[in-house]
Each structure stands twice: as C-alpha cells, then as structure tokens.
C-alpha cells in the first residue's frame, strides 16, 4: 500500500500549485521518512491503538503506521486513526487511501478511520478545554510549515490553552501532545529551528515538560528530506513520549532519505539540554567525539566575563536612507557591511555596488553609531552549505577612513565594550577563536539554520581575556592564517 501511497504524493505535489503549497506550508512526506518515521514508535500491549494524523495530506504517514502493524504481530488488536486536513484538494486523495483502510487488513486487527476537514488548531483547543480525555495513544505528523502572526486567530487560540509560539508547526506538536494520553508516542518531521534562539523558548520548556526525548534524527544534507519540493530547510524527525522518565536520548543521523548510511549514538541528557541553560537549547551532537570546547577548563568563560557584550547592527538601511551615501565624503563616517569583509581583509569602500558606503554623522544618526576603535564582526546571515556558520572579521580603523565613529549595519552582529571599542588583541583573538572549526562544529549542535544571533554567540564558552590576547597576539603576527593554523593554534590552548 505504502508504495501506491508514494506514487499518490508524487503525483499530487508536482500538480499542487506553488503558491497555495506556500500559503498552507505543505511539504508532503515521501516513502522512505513516513516508513522510517513509523519504525520509531514502540508498543506494549495495547488493545486499541488510536493515531492522531494532524495535517495529513494524502494518508502518507497513517499508511506507514498501518503499514507496519500490518506486518509485525501482537501489536494491537485495534487500529483507529484520525486525520486532519484543512485542503479540500487532498481530501478526495484522502479518502480515496482511507477507504482501504476500513477493513480487517489482518486476522488479528481491525482497522477504522475518520477524516476530519478543518482546522487542526482550532479542533484541538476545544478538545483542551472542553475535553474529558485524552484521545490517542499516538501521534504522527509532518505539520505545515507557516509562521503565526502575533495578531491572528491561531495565535489568539493557541494562548487560551497556554501555548505562545510562532509557527504552525510547533503549534501543531504542542497541541498533539496535549491530546495524548500519558505515556502516548509522537514522532513528527519538523524544522530543527525550535532547537535555539529566543522565539521557541516557550515551545522547548512546554514540550521539556510535558515529555521526554526518545530520539532525534538529523539528515546531514540540508536539501535531502524534501528534494521534491526544493526544501532548503534542516529538518529533524522527534520522538517524544508524553509524561514519560527522561533518559539517554537516541541521536541517529542519515545524508538523505534514504538511510543508506544511517548511524546512531546515545547521550546523557545533561549532553543535549544543559541544566543551567534557562533558554533551554537543545543540542544536536553529531558523534561521540568530544568537543575540547567542553571539556578543557580553558573555554568555560561567558563573554560579560571579560566585559565583553555582542549586539546586532543598528543600521537598518532602508529605515535612514535619507542618511546614506553611495561613498564616502566629508560628514559621513563608514557604513559597514558584511560585503566589506573578504577573508581576513577589509575591502572599503566598495565602487559599483546597490548599497550605500557611508552614513552622515549628525544628531539624528550619532545614537546608532560606535566610536572609532577595534571591533569583532559576525555575519548574521551565513550562505547555505558553507564550510562554517560563523564568519568572523575584525574592524580595524587603520584600514578605513580616518573618522570619529562607524555605522554597523543590521546583518552584523558587534562585539564591544559598553558601546565602544575593545583592544586591538582581544578583536583579532576573538576573531580567530570564532573562526575555528572546534566554535563552528559546537555551534551546529544548537543551530541549524543560517542565522547567527546575539542570542546563540552569548551560549558560547570562550577562554578568557588573557588567552583572547594572546590568541589576538598570534593572529596579528601570522596575518595569513589559514583554518589548518587556527585549528592548531586553538588546540595548543588546551
């Protein structure tokens, strides 16, 4: 059945018009995930399954579930199964894989569904407030992938039954849990942004609360789990157990769907969510080789240790365009950009490019600018598929016109002092430190997208303002430093 599903989503997701994919955030699960996602669950011995499917599609994900009860023996004697979806362009397809499921598929089990066509969200939080019961003893979704706005329907519903996230996906994984019975399963594909930053601390502390972590799997390649629909999106797939007792949680990881190369470890708990973290990030290792980050007393300093802060750009071009200039000319000061950073040089100002170059100085700009002096710059934004995350600069004046202050634009994030500048050793040991292989391969087990924010550089560990200097040292005397020697350098810190 499962294969003649797979031919069903095939065919419908190159139909499926682009636009209306985007504004209901739909990524339909191939074969492989849905079998592999059914694969996680366990079962005691249950008489009667029932199995929330919430943004079920085309019944990809129940056709895995059923799929493998169908096989395996003495799982359950009863299967029901619940389906949402809201898109009455898949409901007739829907129905169509339902239907055969209405029968006894084995000797031993029997098998019923229903397809419910409406709003998941809306459902749900009736269900938690004006239910008697929790409905299902398991939960499986690949839910729609949309952001909420703060003002809408969803996010005004979603608070009366104490959830505050952002996205229809966290929504739709928080609800389920909800509607589980204690000890219930949940297995869902979802972007692995819930992971860190501060939009989702609610969404990780809610769903640390109510369950525990079985497992999490990560694809190695970022464009693999939905290549039909041309998803760059690092998704993850989560096994969760309502109310259950936290143990060793399961990282598998695969380069695609197809699991070809498929590998798991196990971690202490304390390994993926620190105690003392209160935003609660949650940390992906991809092996069982630990990161001297960790371990060595060398890198165990926050950055307000050496009085340093990190704060994002607060040039927001097109807000004070009124203010920029294409070059720089008297009155003006620099205006930096993550363009004016190639490699370990700073390329100012550049000729023939859409962007401004410079910013005046008056009363009106002076409170988004910094003082001349040294500075560490990350780019906020990193291209997708680089070698690392984070891309480290430093701003040193001697390379840019002589001026009392600089303009930051809004894609940098700045390290600095109280609103000013830091030494000239400390800017380029912060920079080497940033630019090591050891801070990038840390920084992807909380991170799993592009964007590097002020949130994610201040969980880092970093040594101390003595060993930044001297690091800052051995930066400015070997200018062309390459990963190999930064890489050294930081180990011979150890």
Same mark, same amino acid.
């Given at each position: ?14 139909? !499926? ?27 005691? =011995? !249950?008489?009667?399954?029932? !199995? ?13 579930? +059923? ?56 459902? @749900? ?9 929790? *409905? ?19 996010? +005004? +519903? ?9 996205? /229809? ?19 869902? $594909? ?27 799997? !990560? ?96 040039? &927001? ?11 720089? @000319?008297?009155?003006?000061?620099? *205006? /930096? ?13 550049? @000729? ?50 002589? =001026? ?7 894609? +940098? ?8 500048? $830091? ?15 050891? &801070? ?24 101390? /303002? ?18 190999? *020697? ?9």
């Amino acid at each position: 059945m499962l294969k003649t599903v797979d031919k069903i989503r095939s065919d419908v997701s190159s139909e !499926l018009n682009d636009q209306e994919k985007s504004r209901l955030g739909q990524f339909m699960t191939p074969a492989s995930i849905a079998k592999f996602m059914a694969s996680l669950f366990t079962f005691t =011995s !249950l008489n009667y399954c029932r !199995l929330l499917d919430a943004g079920a599609g085309i019944g990809s994900l129940s056709s895995a579930f +059923l799929d493998r009860l169908t096989k395996e023996n003495n799982i359950c004697n009863r299967l029901h199964i619940e389906a949402y979806e809201i898109d009455n362009n898949l409901i007739t397809h829907l129905e169509k894989v339902f239907s055969c499921y209405n029968i006894i598929t084995k000797d031993n089990l029997k098998v019923s569904s229903k397809i419910i066509n409406e709003d998941f969200i809306e459902f @749900a939080v009736n269900q938690i407030q004006f239910g008697n019961e929790k *409905l299902f003893t398991h939960a499986i979704l690949n839910p729609p992938y949309k952001k909420i706005s703060s003002d809408s329907k969803h996010r +005004l +519903l979603l608070r009366e039954a104490g959830i505050e996230t952002v996205n /229809l996906y966290s929504a739709f994984v928080a609800l389920a849990l909800e509607l589980l019975q204690k000890r219930g399963q949940l297995v869902a $594909i979802i972007p692995r942004s819930f992971c860190n930053g501060p939009y989702y601390k609610h969404f990780r502390t809610f769903l640390l609360n109510q369950s525990a972590i079985r497992q999490i799997h !990560l694809f190695d390649a970022r464009n693999k789990a939905f290549k039909d629909d041309e998803v760059l999106q690092e998704n993850v797939i989560i096994f969760l157990e309502r109310g259950g007792k936290q143990n060793k949680v399961t990282i598998s990881t695969s380069t695609d769907d197809s699991f070809s190369d498929y590998a798991e470890n196990f971690y202490e708990f304390t390994q993926i969510v620190n105690d003392s973290d209160i935003d609660k990030f949650i940390h992906i290792p991809k092996s069982k080789e630990s990161n001297f980050l960790e371990s060595s007393p060398v890198f165990d300093y926050l950055l307000s240790d050496s009085f340093i802060e990190v704060s994002t750009g607060p040039v &927001v071009d097109f807000r004070v365009k009124e203010h920029t200039r294409k070059m720089p @000319a008297p009155g003006t000061v620099p *205006l /930096l950009y993550p363009d004016h950073f190639v490699g370990n040089e700073i390329k100012y100002p550049k @000729a023939n490019w859409k962007k401004p170059n410079a910013i005046s100085f008056n009363n009106a700009t002076e409170k988004w600018l910094y003082p001349k002096g040294f500075y560490t710059v990350v780019r906020r934004f990193s291209p997708k598929e680089q070698n690392r995350r984070i891309y480290a600069s430093v701003v040193n004046p001697e390379f840019l016109p002589d =001026s009392s202050a600089f303009g930051f634009e809004n894609h +940098l994030n700045v390290f600095h002092c109280r609103k000013r500048g $830091i030494s000239k050793e400390v800017a380029y040991g912060l920079a080497a430190f940033l630019n090591s292989t050891a &801070v990038d391969q840390y920084f992807r087990r909380f991170n799993g997208h592009t964007q590097v924010n002020v949130t994610d550089l201040k969980k880092l560990k970093y040594p101390n /303002l003595k060993t930044l200097k001297s690091l800052g040292v051995w930066a400015i005397n070997n200018k062309n430093h390459t990963q190999e *020697l930064i890489d050294g350098q930081l180990e011979n810190l150890v």
